[in-house]
C-alpha cells in the first residue's frame, strides 16, 4: 500500500467522483447511439412508440426496401387513418449519403443554411424537404405516396401496394412491350409536368425512383428534388433524360420511338409549349423521328456527349465571357439553351415557336387545338365586377378590409392548439 498525501488522495478521490456524476448525467452515448438495422436507435424507437401510442400506427411490420438514405417499414395504420402506410426512417447515427451539399447550396429553402455537424438535425431537415417536394407534386396532379404524418426523421406516407405487398419498382416490374410506349409517354408528360406546375427537378430520376402499380407510374424518393433555379438543375435534369432514355433503349424500344437525351430535355424545358399542346407537339415530334435510324451514327454519339457535359446558361450573367461565347456560336452554330431562354435563331431575341418545329408546323397545331367556351360572350364579368373592394374609395376599403381581419382574429386557432394537433 502506497501512503500518499492527503491532498493526492482528496484530488483522486474528486476525480472518480466528477467521472460517475458526468456518466450518470449524460448517459452511455455508445448506447444511445447503437442503432439495429442501420436506423433504429433508441431515439427513433421511442418516437415509433409515440406514434403507436397517439393512434397513428396500429403496428409496425418488417423492412420494404433499404438504400443509402433510409429504410423502408410496412405498417398498420391506427384508428386516425385506414389501411396500410409505410414509414421512412433516415439514417442519422450509420449514415451513408453525406453528398447532399450539392442538393441544397443554391437552394432558396435552405437559404439560412442547415446544421452539417449534426448528422440528426440534417436528416431532420432532409426529411422535411421530402414532405415539402411530396406536398407541391400532389398538389399538381402527379402520383406519389401521399404524406401522412413527420416527425423529425421519421415520415409516414401511404403504402402503394395490395396485401402487404409493395408494388415492384419500375425496374423489376414486368410490362408487356406493346405498353413500354404508353409508359414512356406517361413518364415523359409526368417530366414536363413537375418542371412547369411543381417546379422542381427530380434531380434522381431512373427505375429504382418508380413503382410500377396497376399499370400506373409512381413517383418515390423525391428528398433531393431542387427548384427550377438551383445552380445544378439543368445538369440534374440532363441526368435524368438520359436514364429515363437508357431504360427504354435497354427494355426494346428504339430511337424511332423515343426521343433522344437532348430532345426530351428541350421538350420539358422549351418556355414556348404550354399545357394546351404538349399530346399535340408529342405526337408530331414523334412522327417526325418515325424516318431516322434505329440507333444513333457516331456523330450523334459524339454529340449526345457533349451535351451531357456543355454548360447550359439560363441568362447572361452565367454567361462570362461574352466575345468569346459569340465566336463560338458563329463557327460552331452550337448552343443549347434556345429551348430554355426562348431565344430565336439568330440571337436577336424571343421567338414563339417550340423547339423542333417550323413555323408552318407550328400554326397547324395551334389550328387543331379545340376554343374553349369557358363562359358565353359578354358574361365574363371584369376584374371589377369580381372584386367588391375595387368599387370603395380607399376610406371604406381600408375600414372593411380592418373588420374582416377583426372578424378572423376571433375565430382564430391558439398556437397551443394547434401544436397539440401536431403532435
Not at 412 to 419: D, E, H, M
Request: net charge positive.
Amino acid at each position: 500500500r502506497v501512503n500518499l498525501p492527503s491532498h493526492v488522495r482528496t484530488a483522486i478521490q474528486t476525480s472518480e467522483r466528477k467521472g460517475i456524476e458526468k456518466k450518470i448525467k449524460e448517459g452511455d452515448k455508445m448506447a444511445d447511439r447503437a442503432t439495429a438495422e442501420n436506423v433504429l436507435d433508441k431515439h427513433t424507437i421511442m418516437m415509433l412508440y409515440k406514434f403507436r401510442n397517439n393512434g397513428t400506427l396500429d403496428s409496425i411490420n418488417g423492412c420494404v426496401s433499404t438504400g443509402k438514405e433510409a429504410n423502408v417499414y410496412h405498417a398498420t395504420a391506427g384508428e386516425a387513418f385506414e389501411g396500410n402506410v409505410i414509414h421512412s426512417i433516415y439514417k442519422t447515427s450509420a449514415l451513408l449519403f453525406r453528398d447532399r451539399d450539392r442538393y441544397v447550396s443554391g437552394d432558396r429553402r435552405f437559404k439560412h443554411g442547415y446544421c452539417k455537424t449534426n448528422p440528426r438535425k440534417m436528416v431532420s431537415v432532409w426529411a422535411e424537404k421530402e414532405l415539402r417536394n411530396l406536398k407541391r407534386l400532389e398538389n399538381v396532379g402527379i402520383r406519389v405516396p401521399k404524406v401522412i404524418a413527420l416527425k423529425k426523421h421519421i415520415l409516414i406516407m401511404e403504402f402503394i401496394g395490395k396485401n402487404g405487398w409493395c408494388a415492384p419498382r419500375l425496374k423489376d416490374a414486368k410490362i408487356a412491350p406493346s405498353k413500354l410506349k404508353d409508359v414512356y409517354l406517361d413518364i415523359i408528360k409526368t417530366m414536363w409536368t413537375m418542371y412547369h406546375k411543381a417546379k422542381l427537378i427530380h434531380a434522381d430520376l431512373s427505375e429504382y425512383n418508380m413503382l410500377y402499380y396497376n399499370g400506373y407510374v409512381y413517383y418515390i424518393d423525391v428528398s433531393q428534388s431542387v427548384e427550377l433555379d438551383h445552380p445544378h438543375g439543368l445538369e440534374f435534369l440532363r441526368k435524368d433524360c438520359e436514364n429515363i432514355k437508357n431504360y427504354f433503349i435497354r427494355n426494346g424500344l428504339t430511337f424511332k420511338e423515343i426521343l433522344t437525351t437532348k430532345e426530351l430535355f428541350d421538350f420539358i424545358t422549351d418556355v414556348n409549349i404550354t399545357e394546351d399542346i404538349v399530346d399535340i407537339y408529342l405526337s408530331k415530334m414523334f412522327e417526325k423521328i418515325q424516318s431516322r435510324p434505329i440507333a444513333l451514327n457516331e456523330e450523334e454519339k459524339v454529340q449526345a456527349e457533349v451535351f451531357k457535359k456543355v454548360h447550359i446558361p439560363r441568362s447572361l450573367i452565367e454567361i462570362t465571357d461574352p466575345l468569346d461565347h459569340q465566336e463560338t456560336i458563329d463557327t460552331d452554330d452550337v448552343f443549347f439553351y434556345k429551348s430554355v431562354t426562348g431565344i430565336n435563331e439568330n440571337l436577336t431575341g424571343s421567338t414563339n415557336i417550340p423547339y423542333g418545329l417550323t413555323e408552318e408546323e407550328l400554326q397547324e397545331l395551334t389550328a387543331s387545338i379545340p376554343v374553349r367556351e369557358d363562359s358565353e360572350e359578354g358574361t365574363t364579368p371584369s376584374s371589377e365586377q369580381q372584386d367588391p373592394l375595387s368599387q370603395l374609395d380607399k376610406k371604406e376599403r381600408k375600414k372593411l378590409v380592418k373588420e374582416q381581419n377583426r372578424e378572423k382574429r376571433q375565430h382564430k386557432t391558439p398556437k397551443k392548439v394547434k401544436k397539440q394537433l401536431n403532435k
